[in-house]
């Protein structure tokens, strides 16, 4: 049975949702992770290792979690897009969404007919393999969340003409690649990249559409979120395993 999307719900409320990534492709870490109290966690198939197979263990590992399970897309690829959801995921992110018809294409490939250009299959894991396929598929242009990421000077350029597409639930900068682009890797105290996050952000609540992001401190994540971001990203599997493993490896080194 195809069930509430909680935090779907939330961003079209205006209210918060906070998250983490997977990147470690386990299913045993995405159970770990799943059960720790996350409003959503979300597979990393653009920069992540995994592939189908393993995803699909990973959302065998959550099929118990309340967390709301969602995968980044390798692209914004209707085919790949159809498999995944497929698989019963709640939410897409679509990375590099920089004109007005990119992000159509990433609608209509999250969206059963006539709102899209999903393909309907019976014998899939989203509809419990045909048992559930009346319901899945009646509900699941309302439940599943759409989340375009946004990385580059384009982008920004073309964000009002991006968040004017119906059917677009959050807007995520992607810090790392956006910089890039403006050829300021790394310096994300920089006036134009700030300026740059700024033209988003008006965007968004311009189009009343939720804003997110990733953060790297709690004390980040407190001011974001005081900033208006509903969206927000704590760390990843892998992250934290790196995290915590160096610090007690160097206090296990100065004893």
């Known amino acids: 049975m195809i069930r509430d999307n909680i935090v779907k719900r939330k961003m079209h409320n205006g209210e918060k949702s906070f998250g983490a ?33 393993t995803l699909m263990s990973q959302l065998q590992g959550m099929s118990t979690s309340t967390s709301i399970p969602i ?9 790949m897009i159809k498999r995944i959801l497929d698989m019963g995921v709640y939410g897409v992110m679509i ?36 048992r559930d396929f009346p319901e899945y598929t009646h509900r699941a242009n ?27 639930d959050v807007v995520f900068i992607g810090p790392s690649d956006l910089s890039a682009s403006m050829n300021l890797m790394g310096q994300y105290d920089h006036p134009d990249l ?3 996050i700024s033209t988003v952000k008006t965007a968004a609540e311009n189009h009343h559409v939720a804003l997110g992001t990733l953060c790297t401190s709690i004390e980040q994540l407190t001011t974001l979120a005081g900033e208006g971001y509903q969206f927000l990203s704590m ?8 995290q915590k493993s160096s610090e007690l490896a160097e206090m296990y080194r100065n004893i």
Request: hydrophobic fraction near 45%; glycine fraction near 8%.
């Open 21 to 53: 990534w997977l990147h470690l492709c386990s299913g045993m870490s995405a159970e770990i992770m799943g059960d720790a109290g996350f409003d959503w966690i979300l597979i990393d198939m653009e920069h992540g290792h995994g592939d189908l197979q």
């Open 71 to 79: 995968v980044r897309a390798p692209w914004n690829d209707v085919v």
């Open 194 to 196: 700030l300026k740059a």
């Open 95 to 130: 990375p590099w969404i920089n004109t007005k018809a990119e992000a159509e294409s990433a609608v209509q490939a999250c969206k059963y007919p006539p709102d899209g250009v999903r393909g309907v299959a019976r014998n899939i894991r989203a509809t419990a393999y045909g």
């Open 235 to 242: 760390g990843s599997d892998a992250a934290f395993v790196v």
């Open 142 to 168: 309302d439940e599943v969340m759409i989340i375009a990421q946004i990385e580059t000077t384009t982008a920004v350029n073309n964000i009002d003409e991006i968040l004017s597409v119906p059917g677009i």
